[in-house]
Structures are given as structure tokens and as C-alpha cells.
């Protein structure tokens, strides 16, 4: 399911993978330079944005003309992603996460976590016999 107002953009060698019973909600902008992979069972709330590249800066020059850093970004399966979340690169989000809404995250989080701040922390494991990723 993809929602009104989802912007997709992948650069000349870039690659956007979305996997089965995936759901993207209103507002959200997917950005790839490099590689973007969404797993299967996914549900990315609205207005999230997965960039794999940010702006560069020099603060003697600014931001304007100074290129980008990119690294991909993989969201394994079964993940559940907050309103309003920017997902960065080089971000690996563990299968069974949830992330809470508008958080911020760069660097990889395990599987089975709630992850919840700005800048994202793991708050708490979710693993158990009622709830596993497995």
C-alpha cells in the first residue's frame, strides 16, 4: 500500500527494494544515491523520510556545493516504523523493530528493540514468548 504524496527518487545507479505486504503512508520521501531495502511486512507510518545520502558542511562555506555522504539503508522485516521518523545513512534497523514516532536514526539497531529518540536509542528489548521476530 502506498499512501497519497509518497515521493520515490533513486539516482542513475541506485536501487529502491520494497518487499511483500509492505505499507507506505501519506507524506513519506524515499531517497536512494545507493541502495534503499525495505523487508517484507513492513509498516512505515506518515510522513517518514529514508534518505541513504546527506549534504555535506563546512561551516567556513555552508552546505551549498559541498556534495554528499551516502551509505545504504536496510529495514528488515516485520518492522514497524513511527510517524514522522527520519531513517539516515548507513541505518540498519533489526527485523521485529519498532520505531516510535519522529525519531532520528543513523547506525544500526538490533532486532527486536523499541528504539525511540533524537537522536535513536535502543529503549527496550522486545523479545519474549508472546512477541519474537523469529
Partial sequence: ?????????????????????????????????????????????EYVSIRDQEHKHDPATGVRGQGFDHAPVDIESNCWIGRGVYIGPGTKIGKGTIVAANSVLRGEYPPSSLVAGTPAVVKKSLRSREFSAE
Fill in 1 to 45: 500500500m502506498v499512501g497519497h504524496d509518497v515521493y520515490f527518487q533513486a539516482g542513475r545507479n541506485a536501487t529502491i527494494l520494497v518487499g511483500d505486504d509492505v505499507s507506505i503512508n501519506t507524506g513519506c520521501h524515499i531517497i536512494a544515491s545507493e541502495r534503499i531495502s525495505i523487508g517484507h511486512n513492513v509498516a512505515i507510518g
